[in-house]
């Protein structure tokens, strides 16, 4: 027996449809200062959401140096400093940047190396960025939730050449991702 369902049913569900898949994964990052004692001022925020084109990072930042600064995901859920070498090394808990596949390589946010590779921000005069940035290659960011996102001091070249990691600096600024 066949049996049919009214059309305006049939509409509700495809809009209840359209509106749950309208409903991306988000997961979002506090970030402070990185110092040598730990965490330290709160320096701003940056949320991820899934898209069809890779993940969109939304930044709203203040109170850094200006200028082209590294971002990227480390594989740790902490911002702690820790000692290393016999110096203190601040957020040296992140652990390394997000490398699931174990390339060992820095590529970019565009190419095939580390996952935690995210396109480099441009912190203006006033210390504020407020941009969103897409992540291509990250398709799901609750696989984000429990490392931390990673501010470095100075540039990202997206190379392991002429220095590796793209030549960034210190460790300025990091947050859990949650």
């Known amino acids: ?21 309208a409903r991306a994964a988000q997961v979002r990052a506090d970030l402070f200062l990185a110092t040598d004692s730990g965490p330290g001022a709160l320096v701003g925020s940056a949320v991820f959401r899934d898209t ?4 969109r990072i939304a930044l709203d930042l203040k109170g850094l140096p200006p200028g082209q600064h590294g971002l990227h995901v480390h594989a740790n859920g902490s911002c702690a400093a820790i000692m290393k070498d016999g110096k203190m090394m601040a957020a040296g808990a992140a652990g390394a940047h997000l490398d699931p596949d174990m390339t060992g390589k820095h590529e970019g946010p565009m190419g095939m190396g580390h996952l935690g590779d995210l396109p480099a921000i441009t912190v203006g005069s006033s ?4 941009e969103a940035l897409t992540a291509p290659r990250i398709k799901d960011v609750t696989q984000l939730a429990g490392r931390s996102l ?20 210190a460790r300025l600024a990091c947050g859990l991702i949650k």
């Open 52 to 55: 069809a084109d890779g993940a």
């Open 150 to 169: 990673m501010i470095h001091a100075g540039g990202d070249n997206y190379s392991d050449q002429p220095a590796p990691l793209g030549g960034g600096g």
């Open 127 to 130: 210390g504020t960025d407020h």
């Open 1 to 21: 027996m066949t049996r049919l369902v009214p059309l305006a049913l049939c509409a509700s569900l495809a809009l209840g449809a359209g509106v749950q898949s």
